[in-house]
């Protein structure tokens, strides 16, 4: 086992990660911009070093910082969390190169799983289903309207390099797809440095599932289940739950059983998550990209597996076995997790930075769980992602999840700043959400123009 980590990034997930390595005697080292001075994370690490100004460009992105403040710390192993460096290759290398321990899949799997062309070629030798598509990176206007012609509309532009819900558009007819096509590349183009573009038929109506998936270094792979993430705004998710209502026994052993032989196939170590797309129509699913990092749900899948995904990503690293075997898991109940931002919904989900003035955490119960970083008297800075907290219910099944989660969010109190938390609520106590009837569309199509209307 390492003796001391670095964990390059902030917020919640920094904290957790802090956690997990103190209950397994591993020492932290917190890195942070000069915005972050005060942060959470930099109180209860062991060190702290400041790695630049607050933009994320000059410091949490700043891979010669990080590494400089790894050497200088003596920390053997680096803990990306996930966004910044998380899914950056060419980090990942120079880690190895100073025989650092990423914490994480190797920088060659990273470059394969996450280009969507390179993929979905290896999801295919692999026998995993993919979406109907183009054979690799579309450049040009030209060559998007001929394949949309072979493959049928309604299509979807995505960053072939891309992620996060960046560079991606999705297309009715030949009408909107010159200019949907141009504002794609710029997009993928300004935030990837790459402006190539992947096209794939619209699965609809949809269901997004995620498979997350374990491997250590000795060709272990296993799955810990599903989880739905269907209710999504412009692409980012707003909750997720474990396991799926839209899936029954059979499917749900397919998709995971799928969700593993790929893992197995590029040789994956460490936390990853298999992401597919469900067509609810026909009941097939579809390979639709992998994350090669712990991802910010991983918590309902903690819950329900009763396995530490960090503390795992830890000891993959370090060279240990998975400490459980993939019968031995046993999943129970349900899990719910609603992410809290400080944002505004009434106002185009506008950010809402500022001093938190008081502020009441919910806690107390059986299954309540919540990751975050605050504190009253905390500045949030302008600088970052306005995800502040993440709450995380798990109840004998979903019904007693919906309630307590309820029960959390009426209780979560927070001043200073606006926040997404009368929001949540109401998604929660919509019938179509408490049904479990919905799909990747009905929070941006039916959910959110009733929700507006009522002003």
Request: glycine share 8%; aromatic share 8%; charged share 20%.
């Amino acid at each position: 086992m390492f003796n001391k980590i670095l964990i390059a990034n902030r917020g919640e997930i920094a904290v957790r990660i802090v956690r997990a390595a103190r209950e397994l005697g591993v020492e932290t080292v917190a890195v942070y911009s000069e915005a972050d001075r005060d942060a959470l994370h930099v109180a209860l690490a062991d060190e702290a070093i400041c790695i630049g100004p607050a933009r994320a460009a000059s410091s949490y992105l700043n891979m010669n910082n990080i590494l400089s403040a790894a050497v200088a710390t003596g920390a053997q192993a680096i803990h990306p969390g996930f966004g910044f460096l998380s899914e950056n290759s060419k980090f990942a290398r120079l880690c190895e190169e100073m025989n650092i321990k990423f914490i994480g899949p190797s920088a060659s799997v990273m470059d394969m799983m996450g280009d969507k062309i390179n993929a979905r070629a290896e999801m295919i030798k692999a026998g995993v289903p993919v979406t109907p598509g183009s054979k690799g990176e579309v450049h040009t206007t030209d060559e998007a309207v001929k394949i949309a012609e072979e493959i049928g509309y309604p299509i979807m532009l995505k960053a072939s390099a891309g992620g996060g819900g960046k560079g991606i558009r999705k297309v009715n007819n030949v009408e909107e797809l010159v200019p949907a096509f141009e504002a794609a590349t710029a997009e993928a183009k300004a935030a990837f440095g790459n402006g190539a573009m992947f096209i794939e038929r619209m699965i609809f109506p949809a269901r997004h599932i995620e498979v997350q998936i374990l491997g250590d270094q000795h060709g272990h792979t296993i799955h810990l289940g599903e989880r739905d993430c269907s209710l999504q705004r412009n692409n980012q998710k707003v909750l997720e739950e474990s396991p799926s209502v839209a899936i029954g026994h059979t499917l749900r052993e397919k998709i995971c059983t799928a969700a593993v032989k790929a893992a197995a196939h590029v040789g994956y170590e460490n936390a990853g998550t298999i992401e597919f797309l469900l067509d609810e129509t026909s009941g097939n699913f579809y390979f639709m990209e992998m994350n090669t990092r712990v991802q910010v749900e991983h918590p309902v899948t903690e819950f329900v597996s009763g396995v530490d995904i960090v503390k795992e990503q830890i000891r993959i690293a370090a060279g240990s076995e998975l400490s459980v075997k993939q019968e031995e898991i046993v999943f129970k109940g349900h899990a719910i997790e609603c992410r809290i931002n400080a944002e505004n919904p009434k106002f185009n989900f506008a950010p809402s930075p500022g001093k938190i003035t008081s502020l009441f955490l919910p806690s107390g119960g059986v299954g309540l769980r919540v990751d975050s970083a605050m504190y009253a008297g905390y500045t949030i800075p302008p600088y970052y992602d306005s995800m502040i907290a993440k709450v995380i219910v798990h109840g004998e099944n979903r019904f007693e999840a919906l309630m307590k989660m309820q029960r959390a969010l009426m209780e979560f109190d927070i001043e200073g700043v606006t926040t997404n938390i009368d929001f949540q609520l109401e998604l929660i106590a919509d019938p179509y959400v408490v049904a479990g009837d919905y799909d990747t569309s009905f929070l941006g199509n039916v959910f959110l123009p009733e929700y507006l209307k009522e002003d």
